[in-house]
């Protein structure tokens, strides 16, 4: 089961510049803000999708869910 600070981890060193607020209280269920520039010009589904495709194949496993809000920063 990752942790909250390995979630914040991977979720930095894939989306350049970016910046990441993760809590979880079973490290199952996580949330999240991101802050990235990485983000500016894309819709809200498309930020998600960004993030989400860090854990292509761990949603619904490990990671039982992920609930975020992203910012440009």
């Known amino acids: 089961m990752p942790s909250a600070d390995e979630v914040k981890t991977r979720i930095e060193a ?12 079973d490290e199952v269920h996580f949330s999240a803000l991101v802050r990235a520039q990485a983000f500016d010009g894309l819709s809200r589904v498309a930020q998600h999708r960004l993030v989400y495709d860090v854990f292509d194949g761990e949603l619904g496993g490990a990671i039982h869910a992920l609930a975020l809000k992203t910012e440009v920063s």
Do not use: K, M, Q, S
């Open 14 to 25: 894939a989306i350049p510049g970016a910046h990441a607020e993760v809590d979880t209280a």
